[in-house]
């Protein structure tokens, strides 16, 4: 009996569903609220350093919106802390950037819907916060602003400031400056006192400890009496040839071309002690057209140079060793390097360099036609670092990082750094290449903080069992194929590793990559070359 009640219960419920679908509601088409909702999505961004950007979703019965910004404040909202009120806006006035704020403050913002003719009927507030970083009102410093031991700062005149303190990267006595008000008035102030060749990094300080502006320079040259100054018209081989060992060559900006040695060959100048070629002015470096091969143990430092390979007729890389042997250091640094048909660097006798460091470079147009960029064929190295620099449109035909297993004839332990550098159409010939060819015993890879567009070879960063797994951490990627993972079509099965944790980028990452401007238009990309990021 139980069972046939349940049963027709069961029916009954049913019957009843089914006679409901049947009658449907109406269509509700409009709802009407006590208030406004409150907008949506709103944001607190900061921009150029001391402006925010806000951004919100509107409501659709508002009539304008009202936002109230918050000093020193943390979405508690308290009246004290009201700095600004601004009122009137519409939903099309998002994103609406805040300006004239102090530098690193915590502000906090609020946003309401509003209806013009009843109050009852605007909305509940909605919050965000965000703290601004250090203001930078240093305008940059131009030529003759910075001497050996000296230097002039400049920014907008009246702008308040009270010291400012440089301090040098190499860890000496750092310089206080009590800004006058004569100072405050012109915007300028001369600071004597300074070590030559010294990196200094300058911050102004408002009264109450903000920070007003931040600049990093490097003092001039001051001549020492191991320094050999070149002039346009000198002849630099003759010059370098007649150097002693562990002398400095300053050099002039002009173009100088390394003319033809004793037995005809153009281009190239052999270097058989240890050298330094250093270009006098940071902001006007001195082109050298040729290229150099380093014997008997030579160590070579270029600073501040242009070395341009577009007169090179021996076609080959910038850099060679010439014989066997142990060489202490290669070292070239915030230079310019392009237009080498083979490569880079070439290796191709027992010789082991201790350490190679290339920093703070512009590379470019190295075709590596016969020859890989970076490339060890029967020697080694211990160190190669490749740190801070800009690379485009090179190594498409064969390997970035080319180290061939020459353990039998020098010893040596590979440690092979890339961070913070910008590539921009490396490696993308689509050719059966890699990022690193590297068979040498124990040899160790750090790829982080790169950027890197336009990478297409099909063979990825490595695909020999040999090169070390790199160490992948905090890469962006855009338009590359095999680096993060296998790209569709490709049948290379060999690939041994992939950065599964890069970042893809959805588009182009760089302001002007095509006419070489590789500023960063991209809030979101926090590595590649520094000098990028504006």
């Given at each position: ?5 349940s ?5 009954l ?32 961004k ?9 951004t ?13 910004i ?6 508690e ?7 600004q ?12 950037t ?11 913002f ?9 109050a009852s ?35 907008p ?27 405050i ?6 600071i ?30 001051d ?67 040729g ?7 030579a ?24 014989t ?13 390097i ?28 190295i075709?590596c ?21 800009t690379?485009?449109d090179s ?14 004839k ?73 680096l993060?993972s ?14 599964t ?8 990452p ?23 990021i504006?």
């Amino acid at each position: 009996m139980l069972n046939k009640l349940s049963t027709y219960l069961l029916v009954l419920c049913a019957a009843l569903a089914l006679a409901s679908c049947s009658d449907p509601m109406d269509e509700i088409t409009s709802l009407i609220t006590g208030r406004n909702f409150s907008p949506t999505n709103f944001t607190a961004k900061v921009k150029n350093k001391t402006n925010v950007q806000l951004t919100w979703d509107g409501s659709s019965d508002a009539d304008s919106y009202k936002i109230e910004i918050y000093a020193g404040d943390s979405l508690e909202f308290n009246a004290s802390n009201l700095v600004q009120t601004i009122e009137g806006l519409t939903a099309s006035s998002s994103p609406y950037t805040i300006t004239g704020l102090d530098g690193e403050t915590q502000y906090s913002f609020r946003i309401q819907a509003i209806t013009s003719t009843d109050a009852s009927r605007d909305s509940k507030w909605t919050g965000a916060a965000c703290k601004t970083d250090a203001e930078q009102i240093f305008y940059a410093l131009g030529e003759s602003q910075v001497g050996a031991k000296w230097v002039t700062l400049s920014w907008p005149a009246t702008y308040e400031a009270t010291t400012i303190t440089l301090t040098p990267s190499d860890g000496g006595t750092a310089i206080t400056y009590s800004i006058t008000a004569d100072d405050i008035a012109q915007g300028t102030a001369t600071i004597t006192g300074l070590t030559p060749e010294t990196e200094y990094t300058a911050v102004m300080k408002r009264s109450n400890g903000k920070t007003r502006g931040t600049l990093t320079f490097t003092t001039g040259i001051d001549l020492a009496d191991t320094d050999i100054l070149v002039s346009p018209g000198d002849d630099i081989r003759t010059k370098i040839e007649n150097a002693p060992a562990g002398y400095r060559l300053v050099i002039k900006p002009g173009t100088y071309m390394i003319s033809s040695d004793t037995e005809g060959k153009a281009g190239v100048i052999t270097i058989n002690k240890n050298v330094t070629l250093k270009g006098l002015r940071a902001s006007d470096h001195p082109v050298i057209q040729g290229r150099f091969a380093l014997a008997d143990g030579a160590s070579l430092v270029l600073d501040q140079v242009n070395l341009d390979g577009s007169q090179n007729e021996t076609t080959d890389h910038a850099i060679t060793y010439a014989t066997a042997g142990k060489f202490n250091e290669l070292t070239i640094t915030n230079s310019e390097i392009h237009k080498f048909t083979k490569g880079f660097f070439y290796i191709n006798e027992a010789a082991l360099i201790n350490t190679i460091d290339i920093e703070n470079c512009i590379i470019y147009h190295i075709e590596c036609s016969g020859g890989d960029c970076f490339d060890s064929r029967k020697g080694g190295y211990n160190t190669f670092n490749f740190i801070g620099n800009t690379m485009y449109d090179s190594a498409n035909s064969r390997d970035v990082v080319r180290m061939d297993n020459a353990s039998s004839k020098v010893s040596a332990t590979p440690v092979i750094t890339f961070d913070h550098n910008t590539f921009y159409h490396v490696g993308d010939g689509d050719a059966n290449y890699r990022f690193f060819y590297v068979r040498f015993t124990g040899n160790t890879i750090n790829f982080t903080n790169n950027i890197v567009v336009g990478f297409n070879n099909k063979r990825g960063f490595a695909n020999q069992k040999t090169t070390a797994i790199p160490t992948f951490k905090n890469n962006f990627y855009y338009d590359c194929k095999n680096l993060q993972s296998l790209a569709e079509g490709n049948t290379e099965t060999t690939i041994t590793c992939y950065d599964t944790n890069g970042t893809t980028l959805s588009s182009d990452p760089f302001k002007d990559a095509a006419h070489a401007d590789f500023t960063l238009i991209n809030d979101e990309v926090t590595g590649g070359d520094p000098r990028w990021i504006k």
